[in-house]
């Protein structure tokens, strides 16, 4: 099956390649200091989805040094894209975001930036700044959507409603900024219907990429926590029968989120790893090297 993978868009779009480096930035999350609330999203890790950034104690040019060392034996002669993971990183004063994100992309050999966050954190003074920065060399936006679904996005404690993600697209693509939307795959309660009605719906509002994240059950998150006590639940509760997908019924979902998404957006991600050490389920996806290989040969078919 043919779509247009990650590194392909980015050998297409700057003639070499190219390497992604987790940086955090410092940033928290309205989701953590009790301006929504203050637990996080339900799957949320306490590095906030940015487990494998460099030290926040580090500066952002040395945090960028610091991943071209660890990615040096992969990549030779290329180039690379400073990558905000770690919480939610428009969540600061403008300053202090022009100021990072500066240092970031006047880094030579940093050919963009890609910034991860909510859409419940775009004011109009924020994406003019990224309209700034945008003309001085690429900037990506990653909203974090996981779906569409308004009750998977309460059990998730997500914070904010769909037509917030709805409004933040246009403003984003009114200044032309390249946007990247994150789906969760695996929710519970959620249906293989619904999970592909999210990647159908993020694809027909104009997202520029798509991520699929299998979903990873955590130590020391609250998904963790009921998970383990899901035997305790109500049985209408949406924990009390939830069992993780298997590897095969992962790669047969794939293949139908990637039979319905144009050649147009690129798939930047097919599935994800967790930190080994704190993956509690499900434990196949630990195998990076077996989960693509699985993907690979199914989208070969």
């Given amino acids: 099956m043919n779509y247009l993978s990650l590194n392909n868009y980015l050998k297409d779009t700057f003639g070499c390649k190219v390497y992604k480096l987790s940086i955090d930035g410092g940033f928290t999350c309205p989701n953590r200091d009790g301006t ?31 991943a071209k060392k660890k990615v040096s034996a992969k990549i030779k002669d290329g180039k690379y894209i400073a990558y905000f993971q770690a919480f939610t990183n428009t969540y ?42 945008n003309k001085i060399k690429p900037v990506w936006i990653e909203l974090g959507l996981q779906t569409i679904h308004e009750a998977s ?22 200044k032309n900024i390249y946007v990247v939307t994150h789906v969760i795959l695996g929710l519970p ?11 159908k719906y993020v694809c027909e509002h104009k997202t520029d990429g798509i991520k699929l994240q299998l979903l990873h059950i955590i130590k020391g998150t609250d998904l ?22 298997t590897l095969d019924e992962y790669a047969a979902l794939i293949y139908k989120c990637v039979n319905i998404i144009p050649d147009t957006v690129a798939i ?23 989960v693509l290989n699985t993907i690979n040969k199914i989208l070969s078919n």
């Fill in 189 to 199: 309660g959620e249906s293989e219907e619904m999970m592909l009605d999210t990647v």
């Fill in 224 to 245: 963790a926590y009921k998970y383990e006590h899901r035997g305790d639940y109500a049985p209408s509760d949406v924990m009390s029968t939830y069992e993780c997908m």
């Fill in 268 to 290: 930047h991600r097919l599935t994800g790893d967790g930190h080994k050490k704190t993956l509690i389920a499900p434990l196949w996806s630990g195998d990076k090297k077996r």
């Fill in 92 to 133: 600061a004063p403008i300053n202090e975001l022009r100021e990072k994100y500066t240092e970031a992309i006047t880094n030579e050999d940093v050919v963009a930036i890609s910034i991860g966050t909510r859409p419940d954190c775009l004011s109009d003074e924020i994406i003019n700044l990224l309209d700034e920065l």
């Fill in 153 to 174: 996005a309460e059990f998730i404690r997500r914070g904010y409603k769909l037509s917030v993600y709805d409004e933040a697209i246009k403003k984003l693509k009114s």
């Fill in 36 to 66: 929504i609330d203050n637990r996080g999203c339900i799957f949320c890790s306490g590095y906030g989805s940015g487990d494998f950034a460099a030290s926040r104690s580090l500066s952002i040019s040395e945090q960028i040094e610091e």
